[in-house]
């Protein structure tokens, strides 16, 4: 669990940003009531410093009323958010390249596509909110607060990662744990939740279950959140799950599917579930997603100022990611214990190779 | 119950002789596709399933038996380790021949009480009236390249602790079950591994020769439960020197007993373990 940074803002940015914004993130069918896009448009950009926008309604389960589908936005907020999943794109292409060029080694599941389930949850959630993630982690550890640089001298195993991790790959068995978080918090008397992602390949593990109930026991204030990306694995979710309803299969514990491609809706949803476990228990949402599978989708019409920023801001980091002295191989005896003795020292292959373990 | 862990890095050539007539050299990847497609054509009520494994499977051993024999026999299963083996152990106990695939070895572990409670005791609690002798689970143990913390355990000793179940690290359907063969010959330290240690034990047998002037005797135990004490025996008592080589953590391994077993039974001096310190990776 990282806490969110401080956010930055970014005001003077050319209006065609805001185009951009609403291209990406609304379906066809959604009406801006305010004059924005017919504004953008006619080239004449509108500097209106907030909008609202309809986004699809929710799929509803066990609840009588689900988030609200008219969501307001300020013009900063939305500047923030676009480069947000603008960042999570490109420094996943940049992690994709990485892996290809061999800098990161081992696994690399990249979130491409998935930007703005990270982005809309995290807008309306607090850093003292927990979240726990599965492996699919890179977005989540960029909006949670570690830096470009962070993530990806992570991945690449170099001397400025931050993590302190070997490796960035996590089990998917982390379900049940969120149910615990979440007590914790409740037991502490916070005002904050715990979200618990998985995929839907994980969702058929027996573990999910058997926290639902806990969870839903004990009425704590915990998302569950199913990121459904159509695949776990090369299993297509027909052919795994009996019902891929998967905002249905919570039994007693209420859920919604919302639309995981539109950052407006996925926001007003984690504000009204966060509202909901805090005052109800637990509560299931459904994120209907894709991946993209690493693959870049180059953006509609012309580059914006801000996606230039953002490029040479992410190439930046990998520069670092990359030119940073490598890990020794003697760091593989580190990080055993919590600051031990300054002479302590880790048995290697046999009884006559020590090596030292800070 | 068979639980046949083969090597993550299997992909590596490793010479396996299957004798079908005429002999085929074989990487062990091929050898298990090879052991799979036979037991499917030769016993119709054979099935073959796990994640990902109709498409071949991740290490490739499954590749085109679901061509050949159709989905109905060799099938994917949702991601649900715990569901895998129940299923197969009810499959294999009313006699049905039942191949679970487990993806990892270092995903095992959801399934664990039912290997633990439900397959190994399963005989022996209905008193013989049932049995799940028809179950094999497979899953590659071992580093796997860059693997990291859950793509390289070597969880066998788990296992090798419960009665009722077979351990085999190869999974060749040709050789007998708990013969550990002889690889190289030699006079002065018997070396003993199985798994990607075997690969290892090899090049220390040639650097042993050629910069200490040491000659090795190197065993492939091939079955972890119950392991050929016999062929171990023999060789030690011969070279008067053991050493074990195995990627687990050091305490409580596998080769822990093996290694005092030598010393009680035979008089020799305990067997030196080679492995690693007990951390994560
Ligand atoms: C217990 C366990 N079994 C199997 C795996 C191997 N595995 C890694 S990712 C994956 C697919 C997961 O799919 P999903 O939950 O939909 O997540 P996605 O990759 O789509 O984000 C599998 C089967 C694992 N990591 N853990
Ligand atoms: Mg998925």
Redesign the interface.
């Known amino acids: 669990m990282v806490r969110s940074p401080s956010r930055v803002r970014h005001v003077s940015v050319e209006a065609s940003v805001m185009f951009a914004l609403v291209v990406r993130s609304l379906k066809p069918q959604s009406i801006p009531k305010s004059g924005i896009i017919g504004a953008l448009q006619g080239k004449n950009y509108s500097t209106v410093s907030e909008a609202t926008f309809e986004v699809k309604s929710c799929d509803l389960y066990k609840l009588e009323q689900g988030p609200n589908t008219s969501v307001s936005l300020s013009r900063d907020d939305a500047l923030f958010y676009y480069r947000q999943m603008q960042t999570v794109r490109r420094m996943e292409t940049v992690a994709g390249n990485l892996y290809k060029a061999k800098y990161i080694r081992g696994f690399c599941h990249l979130y491409s596509g998935q930007e703005a389930c990270c982005v809309g949850m995290e807008a309306a959630l607090t850093g003292d909110d927990a979240v726990i993630t599965a492996y699919r982690a890179h977005g989540w550890t960029y909006v949670r607060g570690v830096s470009l640089v962070g993530v990806l001298a992570e991945l690449t195993g170099k001397h400025v990662k931050v993590i302190h991790l070997t490796y960035i790959m996590i089990f998917m068995l982390q379900i049940p744990l969120g149910a615990g978080i979440a007590f914790a918090l409740q037991y502490q008397g916070k005002p904050n939740v715990c979200v618990t992602l998985y995929g839907d390949g994980a969702a058929n593990q027996g573990q999910l279950f058997e926290a639902f109930n806990l969870a839903k026991l004990w009425n704590v204030p915990a998302i569950f959140v199913c990121e459904n990306n159509g695949y776990g694995m090369g299993t297509s979710v027909e052919r795994a799950s009996a019902n891929t309803d998967y905002y249905t299969r919570g039994d007693f514990v209420p859920g919604m599917r919302v639309d995981g491609m539109d950052i407006l809706a996925v926001k007003e949803a984690t504000r009204f579930c966060k509202d909901y476990a805090l005052k109800n228990g637990p509560i299931l949402i459904e994120a209907a997603t894709y991946r993209y599978h690493g693959h870049s989708m180059s953006d509609p019409g012309t580059r914006l100022k801000i996606d230039t920023e953002v490029r040479k801001e992410v190439e930046e980091a990998a520069e670092k990611a990359k030119s940073d002295p490598e890990l020794s191989l003697e760091n593989m005896y580190n990080d055993i214990y919590v600051n031990p003795p300054a002479d302590y020292t880790v048995r290697g292959c046999d009884i006559s190779i020590q090596h030292s373990s800070t | 119950m068979w639980l046949s862990c083969y090597l993550s890095s299997a992909l590596r050539s490793c010479p396996c002789l299957i004798v079908t007539g005429e002999t085929t050299r074989m990487t062990l990847v091929q050898a298990i596709n090879n052991a799979i497609d036979i037991v499917l054509s030769k016993d119709p009520t054979a099935v073959l399933f796990g ?2 494994v109709a ?1 071949g499977g ?1 290490f490739r051993v499954s590749v085109n038996l679901r061509d050949r024999y159709g989905r109905d026999r060799v099938f ?1 299963s ?3 380790e ?2 895998i083996v129940a299923f197969g152990i009810g499959l294999a106990c009313a006699g049905a021949t039942s191949i679970a695939e487990i993806q990892f070895a270092d995903y095992i572990f ?1 399934a664990f009480d039912q290997i633990v409670n439900e397959g190994s005791k399963f005989r022996y609690r209905t008193g013989n009236l049932f049995n799940c002798g028809k179950l094999t689970i497979r899953a590659p143990i071992g580093a796997v ?7 390289s355990q070597s969880p066998e000793a788990f296992f090798a602790h419960i009665p009722g179940i077979k351990e085999v690290p190869t999974g060749d359907y040709e050789l007998p079950l708990s013969s550990a063969e002889v690889l190289i010959e030699g006079d002065d330290v018997t070396l003993v591994g199985w798994g990607t240690q075997v690969h290892v034990l090899r090049d220390v047998v040639t650097m042993a020769q050629e910069k200490l002037n040491v000659s090795c005797e190197l065993i492939d135990l091939r079955t972890i439960l119950p392991w050929d004490l016999e062929t171990v025996a023999k060789s030690v008592v011969k070279t008067g020197r053991l050493l074990i080589a195995h990627e687990a953590p ?1 305490t409580y391994g596998i080769c822990s007993r093996n290694s005092s077993t030598n010393t009680g039974q035979y008089h020799v001096s305990p067997g ?6 007990i ?3």
């Open positions: 994640e990902d498409f991740v994917n949702p991601l649900s715990q569901g959801p390249g860059h693997g990291a913390l859950y793509h050091y030196e373990r080679l492995n690693r310190e951390m994560s990776v």
